[in-house]
Structures are given as structure tokens and as C-alpha cells.
DNA sequence: CATGAATGAGTCTTCATTCAT
DNA sequence: AATGAATGAAGACTCATTCAT
């Protein structure tokens, strides 16, 4: 009856679950992927799962929890006095590297089908502010310095820049041409024209 | 002798049920959306549905074709003097106009969930291949013209027209304060200064 | 509004459907027959078959009774004359060139799925009752006239006949290298085995 | 560290859900039973039905071929210096003692009916493999005996026994007023007579 | 804690039968 | 009479979740 709780061992199989998670949404979609297939991945039993997960649905948040976390934390470790499109630039690196795990695409694919659900649509939307919450205010920096354009605010700015992301990450997942390593370098460059003040 | 086929109330009542799914994969997602919330959806009865569409997944087949059919309508009216800029500027105009029907948006996250499956994927593949060989030769056509840049060939330049296209259409379908009308303006501006030569 | 029944057509219709259902049922089991499929095969519309059948079962029972009758007129059409112990192997020739239609056997297995219901087991019990009325006062005179043992009353010997061909009929139906051609002979001794004095 | 599977438990509830099947086939047949039916009759959920058998015809084929394998050891447990017709004899008795469950005629009609599907048709095939191998060895040291007739070979006169034996279970099955325990000696005398050298 | 057997509500799909034309 | 579109009840099977061990 020792306190058999090892809080280290424990968030170490919550990751594995989640890892494992990750792979499958990624292979099968959110609706095609069993909880019994993410136990088999995982090498756990059924029962097991719903100790660290109450419900499907909660690790689903969990991973996109732990993705603004990280998005926050990237953030957060700006200093203040980076170059204000330097770091649009290196958030933009930043984002391509991500999606350099290939299950990253076909995960956002599989997310996509369940923002019906209230708590999805909501995980999504912190998620988004996160990032329109980092960015923008380097934006607004970038038109202070005069190197970005001023006849749009910063709020419409920062938007367009995650519109030219999130369809370079689309084309990345459905793509298999579109590769990160070829057209990084035209990602820059379109960001680059969208912001320019000419 | 008795001819009870009356093909165009067919066709009407095919129609009926695609609507009638439009509207129900965009508002819960393909997996989420039942055969028989469809069927309430279109005023019909369950084994109705078999009649004219053999599978769920069929249906969701036979939508993806629709749309690819009007997009490859839409690029062979073109005549074949239009200014090639026009063109494309039409076509993101056409597109826009497309997603005012306000499940459109909801329908394409839905249908990310369904890629697994080898058939959906290859008409979603299918129309990919309609749009990009209906815009490249009118790209190509303006860097003749040395109205489009020409250090990225027609190819990729098509591609990241696409990519903000489609980028735009996703922030259209969840961010309620993006909005087609606001920001068609933008679009434009964008696409321009990605094709710009400079 | 002339009168357009022409019951000559009609008889012959519901000879067609017969036989495709005949066809259909040898090939794929009873439950496993579609009304359909045997629309498509007697070319003829759904709606047809009801105007002929009013059930599927009521097709089946039509079949049955059929053979029934069949089966009654083969003994009716027995002279009083005739030798008992020919009759007895003239019904087993007449019985095995009745299994030459290929059919015959699927559709005897097809049946036996649906002795469930007590309109087909009444059916079968008539044909039954037929087959035993026809045969057993052959067998009588035959012990009558010595030709036939004695020591068990003509019921049961009758049954025991009929156990051979039943048992002869399965085999056929279940085993390709079992064929009626090869094995004529060797029913016809069994039977005389059967039915001897010795 | 929990042995959370018993295997003697697992092995016996699979034994429950066979003999409801058994007890449902043969009274309604392979397609007249839902598997809901068997659920019920097995005291079990419909879930837990998957866990045992993937497919109700799974649990058909378990069916059969714990019947064949009841067959082989049946027949690999004689002795080798039996009396060969002794054997056969014994089988008779065997077999007809199997169909005392009064269920197994019932059983044997339902099969009937699935015989399209190839699995099914390979597991009866096998069946009947297991008992011509079994009883053709038998016959023909019966005929290295000379206490059976040499004018058929073994394998013949085997298929031969088996009609004799199929024709007598199906009367069983069919005819309420023929019964295991009044024919039984018949039976033996039948196939005496069948397997006579005279 | 860990397990996996058990559960049953919910899904897609089938098909005999009806009926307006 | 003939047609086939429409129907809806019913069935096999799936899978997230619970719970006794």
C-alpha cells in the first residue's frame, strides 16, 4: 500500500501515449483512429489508456494543449530587443521545422474533422491567439521602424502572415512535391513582399 | 410502355441530396455526420439514399466531382484573348464568391479527415490537377507577357498563388472575423506583389 | 380498356420467373436470392414479381409445389400392371435424370435453409407424403409377390428407399466427383441389396 | 503483473457462445438467427459476441470444425488391430448417437444453406475429408479380409456408406415418425448388406 | 497501478414490399 | 398489366468506455 505514484514515471508514459496518438491521427484521421489502435502503439492495455485520458477527445486537446504551450514558450523567449522582422522571419523557420516531423501535416489534416466539437473549436481558437498574440506585436514594431507597410494595422498584417503559413503548411500535407527544404526560401520571400512597405 | 424514369426529377432529387450533405458534412464533419441525418436533412427515406448513392463515401465522391466539374467549366470558358492577370485575379474572385456559400468552408475541413481513404484522395488529387493545369498556362502566359516574375517557373508560381488561396479560404472558414468582403481587396494586393516582377 | 388479360402470356410469365428463381436460389441459397436478382435474371421490373408472387416465400412454395405435382403425375400415369420392383427402379432413373438439370441439387440445399417456416415445411411434407404414397403400395405388391423381403412393413421399407436416394441426391449435390452418370449403377444395386429377400 | 485473462474462463464462455449457436441455427437457421438471437440465448452483450468471433460466419466455421475435429480423434483413437468391420459398424452407432442432440439435424439443414461461401463449402469439404479418410482405410482391410465385397473400390463404397449414412440423418432430421432408436438396427443391417461380397 | 474482458448504443447498409404513373 | 422509385424495418458489426481482478 506504498505510494506507488512516480509522477516522473507517470508523464513519461502520458507522452508515450500521446506520442502515439500523434502517429495514428496522423496515419488515420481523428474518427479512423481506435483508441485500441493508440494502445497497441503505445504498448498499453485499453484500461490503462483511460487512466491517463478520460476520454479520446481529452488527449486530442491534450496534444493541442501541449502545441500552444510550446508556440507560447517560443514566444516568451523572444528578447526585446530582436529585430522585429527578424523574428517573423525565424517564427517562420520556426514553424517550418515543425512540420518537418511528417506527422505533423496529416495530424492538422485529422484535426480539421472535429471542430465541429465546441472543445476543439476552442483549444483551436487559444491556439490561434497564442500566435496572433506573439506575432503581432512585433509586427506593430516592424511598422514603427518603418519596415513594414503601414497602410493595414498590424492585427490584418499579422492575419495575412498566418494565411501565407497556414497555406504553405496545407501544401506541405497534400503535397508530396511541395516539400519545406525547396520552397522555404520562396516562404520567405513572399512574406517578405507581403510586408514590404513599396 | 409505361415510362416511370423521369431522368430530370432523378437528377433533381440527386441534387436534393447532395445539398442536403453539403449541409451536413460542413456543420459535423464527414465522420460525424450519419446517413440518416442526411436523409432527414434531404426529406428522404433511408433505403432512398441506396438508390441513389451507393455508399456514404459515394456521395461525398460524387460532391468532390461536382466541384471539380464547375472548376474545369470555369477555366475552359475562358477565351483565349483574356489578359492573363485578369484571369487570374477572375479566378480569385471566383473562388471567393464559391465560398460564400458558408458551408463551403466547413465542407473542405471535413473533408481533410476523409484523405485515408485512397478514393477521396484521388479526387481530391484530381481536382488539384484541374485547377493547376487550368492557372499555370495563363501564369506562364504572363511571364511572357513580362507581367509575371520570372525567376520561379510557371509551375511553383501557380503552386503559391494556390497556397494563398487556399490559406485565405481557411482563415475565411474559421476565423468569423475574416471575412471574404473585407479581405478580398487584400487578397488581390497579395497576389499581386507574389507575381510582381520586381 | 379492352379485357388485357391474355392467360396464356400470364402462365407463361410465371414460367419464366419460376425458372430464373430456380436458377437464382441453386446458385446463391434462398436468403442469399434478391428479389432483384431474380427480376434482372427473368428480365423483368420489381414490380412485376408482386404482380405474379405475392411473396418471395409464396415463389418458393410455387417451386415446390411444382415438383409436388410433377411427382404425382409420374405415379398417376403408373399402369396397375406393371412390374413393382421395375416401377421402384423407374422412379429412382426418373428421379436421377430430374437431378440432371444442374440446378436440382443447389436448389435442394437452397431449401433445406427454410424448413424453418411452416409453409415450406408443410410443402416438403407434402411432396413427402407424395412420393411415399406413390412408391410404398409398389413395394407392398412387391412383397406381395415375393419379390421384395418381408421382415420389415412396406412404410418402412419405403423410407429406407428413400433414405438411399436422399442420401444419393446429397451426394451428388455436394460432391463434383459423386455424378449421377457413374453411380446410376451402383444405386440401382444398393437398392435391390436394399429390398431383397435374401 | 494482474493475469487478468483466464484462459479456462475465456474457453468455456466460447464453448457458451457455440452451443447457443448451436441451439439458434438449428431452430431458425444460419440466416434466420441474428446474431442478437445468440447474444440472447448466450447471456452475453452484443459486444461481447466480437470479442469471441469476429463474424458470425467465424463462429459457424468454429462450429464445423469442432465437429471435424471430433471426427479425427473419433477415428485416430481405434486401434489398429480392430475388426475392420467392426469399425464401421461403430461409426454408425457413433454418428447416430452424435445426432441424439436433437439439435444436430437442425444444424446440418442450416448448414446447407451457406454452402456458397467458399469458406464455408472448404470447411465442410474438409469435414468430409477427415471422415473418408477415416473410414476408407477400414474398408479396405475389409476387403483384404474378404469380409466386403471387392466389385467397388474402397473409395466408391466409403462414398457409398456416407450416402447411406447422410440419407439416414437427414430423415432423422425431417421426419419426427423415423427415429434414431427405431432404425438404428436397419441402419446396420443396410449397410451390412451394402458391404456384403454376395 | 495496470489490465483486458465486457458492454450496448449507434452506424451503415440491405432488401422485401408498396404504389403512383 | 407493367414499371421502378420509394420506403423503413432490421441486421451485422464497431468502438469508446467501464470495472472486476
Redesign the interface.
Known sequence: MARTVDPERHEARRLVIIDAALTCFA??????TTTAAICREAGIGSGTFFHYFPTKQSLLLAILDLGTAETREWFSSRRPDEDALGVVEAYLAHTAEEMSDPRLPGFV??V?????EPEVEAA?ARD?DVVQAGLEPWIARGQAAAQVRTD?DAH?LT??V???????L??LA??AD?TADA?GR?LRD?VR??L?A?
Chains 1, 2, 3, 4 share one sequence.
Open positions: 496515419a488515420t484521421g481523428y474518427a479512423g489534416r485529422a480539421g474533422s472535429v471542430m465541429g483551436l490561434a493595414l490584418d492575419a495575412w498566418l494565411v501565407v503559413v497556414d497555406g504553405f496545407g501544401r497534400t503535397h511541395f520552397q520562396v513572399v513582399r507581403l514590404s513599396s
